[in-house]
Structure formats: structure tokens, C-alpha cells
């Protein structure tokens, strides 16, 4: 059986597929050079051409031929896209009736209500005049990933396309898990890192993840069984199957208790599972293809108490650059490498680093410096 693994960005889930010895090609927007010495892949930007967009990766698609498909960030937001795929081969993942409904917020808020699942306060076009000024708002794509395009509400309509959330206090974290559609098992907790500066992210960027989560043994168990009864609600609510995660953040209330309150669901692989997989020694893509036919791990993440902190950081372009040498890039911990010669936009990604480090700051202080010696190799007159 060949398989397709397409998305905005496809090298860590095909570092895990081929791991396990799995027969798959990639299609991607970034072709980037540690994959494409990997596992055949293609790239919209240099095989076709073309811009990201779901679309363009469905139409490129069509030029090969595959008996399954997985598909990761952001295609859970084009459900129609998903369909066609699902028409052609195999899917293994979530289908187009799960992705309906998981991101929609009419229909999540409404599952979150009738599940007790704390979540922020989320409204939709014509209900702005329950935005009090009490709270800060945040407006968000209704169909966004990554953070991109969250900014401050303004007091102004909004349209179909955002809705708006209230603004919480509190720590950016992430867990992923893997369903059968009826139980979910969380593999993972993270937290996120949101519009570093020393990466050269901004606003609400996603920029990367440090697991475990920085609490102390008694909080984390307290968390992780609250987000463990947050997940199998959601999966069993949505049918959920395969390797998916949900962002939270972790706030404190009056009574000082820590609880995560949800902002999304990604039904997808996600960019922090390399990091588990790392650290727990687990195969992602396996655990996925297991789930998806109703085989759950017998992984329980409260055994597992590491001394040791895992990092992963995305660093953007400070300025236009044009990539002149990367030779031993891999040996330093980067990862999605360009090729030399390549024209990287100011804003745009240029690679993954990954780091490890005794404490929590010093995962954080390793992946800053990382960040600063990349960007002092590629930044030059």
C-alpha cells in the first residue's frame, strides 16, 4: 500500500512514518532539504510553483497515484478538500463530517456547554453586544492555525469568518493524544510558545513547544486528569480517531486551582509530537494507523516522570535572506532545512531547532541561543 502524507508541512510526521518502516511520499508547500533526502516528496513551491492553499495541494495530488492518504496542518479546515481525497483513496485520519463539525465554534461551544468543558467565553457574528467591557477580546479566524491573523478586537462588527474570544490570563499549552473514536489517551503536554521575539515571532504566532508542561509533580497530575477528561469528552462527542491535539490555556481561578480552558481542536498530527516521540520513545504514525483501525496504546503519561526537558523552536526570517551554506545544520538539532540559495521573505519560517535541557529554563535559554546563532549565520550585508 503506497501512501500520500500531504499538508502545509510534512517532515516530522515522515521522519516517524519511516521509522516504522512505512511506505509513504510527502507533498508539501516547503520541499524542505532533510525530507526530500528522506522519502520522495514534492513541494508546491519548487515542483509546481504554486502558492500554499488546500486546493493547490489537491490539484497537485492528482498527478500521483496512492491507496491512502494522511493529511496534517491545515487541511482539517477544508473539509471539501479532505472529501475529494477520501473519494480517491483511503483515508486515514478524520473524515469531512468530523472536521464539519470540530471546527465550528457554534457547534464546539455548544459541545463544551453540554460537557462542562471550561472554555473562554466565544461569539459569533451578531452577538458582539455580549462582549463586555469587563474582559479584553481577541478576534480570531474562524478557520485560522498557528495564530495567524489574531489580533485585538476593536469594538467593530465582525463577519462569518471570526469570531470572538475573551481573553485569558494564563499559560499557553497544548496536548495530544490518540483516539479510537469512542476513548482518547493523552501522550503529551506542552507548553507553547507563543510570538517570541527571539524567534522572531510576533503577536500570537505560534513559534514551537517545551515538553513537559513547568509544574510541579502535584499540579501536573491535577492537569493532566483534568485534560485527560476533557479529551475522551471530545472524542467521544466528535467520533474522533487518530493522533490529534487540543490548545488550552492554563489559568489560575479564585481559588487558586490551575484549569485548562479549551481554544481549539486539531484533529490532525501536530507540530509538538516529534517532542513526544523523542522523550517517551513512542512511534507516532504507528500510533496513529493503530487507532484509526481501534487499536489505543497502553501508555499511561503519569508514569512517566522525565528529568530532562524537550524543545522545539521555529525561527522566522528577521529580514529578507538568502541562504548561503547549511552544512552541518542536522548536527546542531536544525530541522526543515532549506536548500542553499534559497530566498527566505522576512517573516517566513527558516527552520526548526530542537534542544534539550535539564530544566525548563534551560531548554528555553538552549533554543534562544540557537535561534541567535542562526539568525547571526544568515543575517549578513
Known amino acids: 500500500m503506497k501512501t500520500l502524507i500531504l499538508g502545509l508541512s510534512t517532515r516530522a510526521i515522515a521522519e516517524s512514518a519511516v521509522r ?84 465550528d465554534w457554534k457547534i464546539l461551544r455548544g459541545a463544551c456547554l453540554n460537557n462542562s468543558i471550561p472554555h473562554p467565553l466565544t461569539l459569533l457574528a451578531g452577538e458582539e453586544e455580549q462582549a463586555t467591557s469587563e474582559s479584553q477580546w481577541l478576534c480570531k479566524p474562524a478557520y485560522g492555525g498557528g495564530g495567524s491573523g489574531i489580533h485585538p478586537w476593536s469594538g467593530n ?31 503529551g503536554l506542552t507548553r507553547q510558545l507563543i510570538g517570541q521575539d527571539e524567534f522572531g515571532a510576533a503577536g500570537y504566532t ?24 476533557m479529551v475522551n469528552c471530545l472524542v467521544r462527542q466528535f467520533n474522533l480517531k487518530g493522533v490529534g491535539g487540543i490548545d488550552f490555556i492554563l489559568s489560575r481561578e479564585p481559588d487558586n486551582s490551575l484549569t485548562p480552558f479549551l481554544l481549539e481542536i486539531n484533529p490532525r498530527y501536530t507540530g509538538a509530537m516529534e517532542l513526544i516521540e523523542w522523550a517517551y520513545g513512542l512511534n507516532i504514525y504507528s500510533l496513529h494507523l493503530n487507532a484509526i483501525n481501534g487499536s489505543l496504546p497502553k501508555f499511561c503519561l503519569s508514569d512517566y516522570s522525565i528529568d530532562t526537558y524537550y524543545g522545539k523552536g521555529i525561527v522566522f526570517a528577521p529580514e529578507f535572506v538568502r541562504i548561503r551554506n547549511t552544512k552541518g545544520w542536522a548536527e546542531q538539532g536544525r530541522h526543515d532545512i532549506p536548500f542553499r540559495g534559497d530566498g527566505i521573505d ?36
Not at 469570531?163 to 473514536?181: C, I, M, P, R, T
Not at 513559534?207 to 485534560?227: R, S, T
Not at 530542537?354 to 542562526?374: Q, R, W
Open 20 to 103: 516504522c518502516g512505512h511506505k509513504i511520499f510527502t507533498l508539501d508547500y516547503f520541499g524542505d532539504q532533510d525530507q526530500k533526502g528522506l522519502v520522495e516528496n514534492y513541494s508546491l513551491a519548487r515542483d509546481f510553483q504554486q502558492p500554499f492553499s488546500a486546493e493547490n495541494l489537491l490539484r497537485a495530488s492528482e498527478n500521483f497515484d496512492f491507496d491512502s492518504v494522511v493529511y496534517t496542518s491545515n487541511l482539517e479546515n477544508h473539509p471539501e478538500v479532505v472529501e475529494a481525497l477520501s473519494r480517491r483513496a483511503f483515508l486515514s485520519g478524520n473524515g469531512p463530517e468530523v472536521l464539519y463539525k470540530v471546527r
Open 157 to 187: 462588527s465582525i463577519t462569518d469568518s471570526f469570531v470572538l474570544q475573551e481573553k485569558l490570563e494564563g499559560l499557553s499549552a497544548s496536548a495530544a493524544f490518540v483516539a479510537d473514536g469512542t476513548k482518547g489517551v493523552v501522550i
Open 206 to 229: 505560534w513559534c514551537g513547544n517545551i515538553l513537559p508542561l513547568p509544574l510541579m509533580p502535584d499540579q501536573n497530575l491535577f492537569v493532566l486528569e483534568a485534560v485527560e477528561k
Open 346 to 381: 522576512q517573516g517566513n519560517p527558516v527552520c526548526s531547532i530542537l534542544v534539550k535541557g535539564g530544566t525548563h529554563n534551560d531548554c528555553l535559554e538552549n533554543l534562544f541561543t540557537g535561534a541567535e546563532n542562526l539568525r547571526q549565520e544568515i543575517c549578513y550585508t
